[in-house]
């Protein structure tokens, strides 16, 4: 089960998850996501009342994958794509102080908050291989979610497959797979915790990841098929009226 789809906006939003994965195809990015439902009712609340739901929601994700990702950029899309709010070079330190405000600031319900992370991963070098290096990766990664009017709430964690894949490190007999998904696994099951919901949407925009509820079953292969990016619908022929024939 996807989001509700509220009226189709002008601007660029995905509207839920298929939207989400379709726009990932067509960046040529193959991704795997895990999400929840949140069934909340979202009429009984008020804009303030919205939007601190949303601040909550970050605030559990962020504290279930600490260690694990750092906030990048940020948009936040107001009902029905009113307003759209970017934030970029964002400070792991000051973000949610960042975000409160932003909060602070609004009069409408939040509609969509999309946040994109990078991934600190601890991997091994070929000059000193007893001792994991910290570094920030840029690969594909993002929490989004949905609530507010007309729907009832959302999210989503995405991440690209190469950190769990078949891929090896040079110098290295372990496959990226089995240093990165342990840790993956462990923050999912922290999420659920945080959140008290368990994740029930797993979804890729390729049939070749093993995806389960905790990550990666096994390592992704090292070169996987996206699904095809969908096809826009035939337009319409035009078909005149009377009023639109001279005699």
Do not use: C
Request: aromatic share 12%; hydrophobic share 40%; glycine share 6%.
């Amino acid at each position: 089960m996807v989001p509700k789809t509220s009226p189709a906006p002008r601007l660029d939003v995905p509207t839920g998850l298929d939207d989400f994965l379709n726009e990932s195809t067509v960046r040529q990015q193959v991704i795997g996501s895990w999400g929840f439902n949140a069934n909340a009712n979202f009429s009984k609340m008020t804009s303030e009342e919205t939007n601190v739901w949303f601040f909550e929601q970050v605030f559990n994700f962020l504290r279930s994958f600490f260690g694990l990702v750092v906030p990048d950029n940020l948009e936040i899309t107001t009902y029905n794509a009113k307003r759209r709010i970017p934030r970029n070079n964002l400070n792991a330190m000051t973000f949610l102080d960042e975000l409160m405000l932003i909060l602070k600031g609004l009069n409408e319900p939040i509609w969509v908050l999309r946040l994109n992370l990078s991934i600190v991963g601890f991997l091994r070098t070929d000059f000193n291989p007893d001792e994991p290096v910290r570094i920030h990766i840029q690969e594909p990664a993002s929490f989004v979610v949905w609530g507010g009017p007309d729907e009832t709430g959302f999210q989503t964690f995405s991440i690209g497959y190469r950190l769990f894949s078949v891929q090896a490190l040079r110098g290295e007999h372990a496959l990226l797979w089995s240093m990165n998904q342990p840790l993956l696994q462990k923050a999912l099951q922290k999420w659920e915790h945080q959140s008290r919901k368990r994740i029930e949407v797993v979804k890729s925009n390729s049939e070749d990841l093993p995806l389960y509820r905790h990550g990666f079953s096994k390592p992704a292969p090292a070169t996987p098929r996206p699904k095809a990016a969908p096809q826009e619908p035939p337009k319409e022929d035009f078909i005149p009226g009377l009023d639109d024939l001279n005699f």
